[in-house]
Structure formats: structure tokens, C-alpha cells
């Protein structure tokens, strides 16, 4: 593959929706050829399993049909739109990638590593981040600055222990994958987290 593949992952809240924006907007001022897309989602099937996951009708889902559900949206969203890209020479920035599986259903949710891994590993077909971006920010600043959880959206809806763990899940992958899981400061005004975000892809020559 000739492309760079970015994720960026954090809490609900963190802005990752923003930086994303933010980010999308430099690459295009500054003739960056790229692709902007989410997990779940980013294909017409995926959005349908997205919508699935995150409805809160579907509260009482169990948690390993929630980890397979995640894993199946990641493999038709790369098979149907990362990968093609990335063959093309283009830079991919994603919306959450499979850092959000091990802090959701492993830490948070308390299924096996091995497991949630596995269903993974052969949804991505060994398509993994160049880089990945980590907003550092906790559940309850984050919640605070969005202002409060989205009633539509089950995961968001869990409680903010939950999100405590997720958040301790974040932490632990940050030292389990130190050279590719990037921390980045959000605590502060969006313009200074899109600017210690284009100089850590800057520092790790993904961008120019």
C-alpha cells in the first residue's frame, strides 16, 4: 500500500469530530490528496451496522454481539473504502479504528484481549495505522464540553464509569503501543490541539 493510514481515537466528547474538521481543512489547503471517514461506518453497509450498534432501543445487546457487529463494519469499510484508497496513495484519516474495540469491549466491557483481537485482526487483514492519534482527555471534562451524553446514542448513554474504564483502556494501549499511539492534549482551545496534532504528524513525517 503507497497510502498513510491516521486514526484518531479518544472519549466520547474529546472532539475528535472537530480535529477531524480542523485537520481535513489543512490537508486540503496545503494539495494533500486524502480520505476522511469514521468507524463504525464510512460504506453504505457499515453505516447500517453503525446505526444497529449505536440505536438505544438496542440496550440490552450482549457484548460479544456488539465486538463481532464492530469487527464485521471494520472488514467491509476497509475491504470497500480504506484499502482502495490507500492503494491509490492516498492519506486515510479515520474516525476510531481498532483502538476503540480493545478500550470498549476489552476494558470497558471486560471481554478476553485474545478474543476481540483475533476477530479483529482478520477483519483489517493486517491494514493497520501509520499512526494513530490519541485525544487525551477524561470522561468527565469531555462530557462536561460537549454538554452531557446524546440520548440517541447507547454507548454514550452507558454512565460515566463506564467511560472511566474506556478511558483507563485508552491509557493502557498508549503504553502497550507506544510507537504508533500518539497522546495529544485536547484540555485546551481547539486551535492549540489541531496544532499539536499537525506537529506530531509533522514530527512523524506523515504530513509536510
Same mark, same amino acid.
Given at each position: 500500500?503507497?497510502?498513510?493510514?491516521?486514526?484518531?481515537?479518544? *472519549?466520547?466528547?474529546?472532539?475528535?469530530?472537530?480535529?477531524?474538521?480542523?485537520?481535513? =481543512?489543512?490537508?486540503?489547503?496545503?494539495?494533500?490528496?486524502?480520505?476522511?471517514?469514521? =468507524?463504525?461506518?464510512?460504506?453504505?453497509?457499515?453505516?447500517?451496522?453503525?446505526?444497529?450498534?449505536?440505536?438505544?432501543?438496542?440496550?440490552?445487546?450482549?457484548?460479544? *454481539?456488539?465486538?463481532?457487529l464492530y469487527a464485521a463494519a471494520r472488514a467491509e469499510h476497509l475491504k470497500n473504502k480504506v484499502i482502495p484508497a490507500l492503494n491509490?496513495?492516498?492519506?486515510?484519516? *479515520?474516525?476510531?479504528?481498532?483502538?476503540?474495540?480493545?478500550?470498549?469491549?476489552?476494558?470497558?466491557?471486560?471481554?478476553?484481549f485474545s478474543i476481540v483481537e483475533r476477530a479483529n485482526f482478520f477483519a483489517i487483514e493486517n491494514c493497520m495505522p501509520d499512526a494513530t492519534l490519541f485525544l487525551n482527555i477524561s470522561p468527565k471534562d469531555a462530557f462536561k464540553r460537549k454538554g452531557g451524553a446524546d440520548k440517541k446514542d447507547r454507548i454514550e448513554l452507558e454512565g460515566l464509569e463506564f467511560h472511566e474504564r474506556v478511558y483507563g483502556g485508552y491509557l493502557k494501549l498508549c503504553e502497550r503501543y507506544p510507537e504508533r499511539i500518539i497522546k495529544i492534549d485536547c484540555s485546551g482551545e481547539k486551535a492549540q490541539t489541531h496544532a499539536n496534532i499537525i506537529a506530531a504528524l509533522r514530527e512523524r513525517g506523515i504530513i509536510k
Open positions: 500500500m503507497k497510502g498513510k493510514f491516521i486514526t484518531i481515537e479518544g *472519549c466520547e466528547g474529546a472532539g475528535k469530530s472537530a480535529q477531524l474538521r480542523l485537520l481535513t =481543512e489543512y490537508l486540503t489547503e496545503h494539495g494533500v490528496e486524502f480520505v476522511s471517514t469514521r =468507524e463504525p461506518g464510512g460504506t453504505p453497509v457499515a453505516e447500517k451496522i453503525r446505526a444497529v450498534i449505536l440505536d438505544a432501543d438496542n440496550k440490552g445487546m450482549a457484548d460479544e *454481539c456488539e465486538a463481532l491509490e496513495g492516498k492519506l486515510v484519516i *479515520c474516525d476510531r479504528f481498532i483502538d476503540s474495540s480493545f478500550a470498549y469491549q476489552v476494558y470497558a466491557r471486560g471481554l478476553e
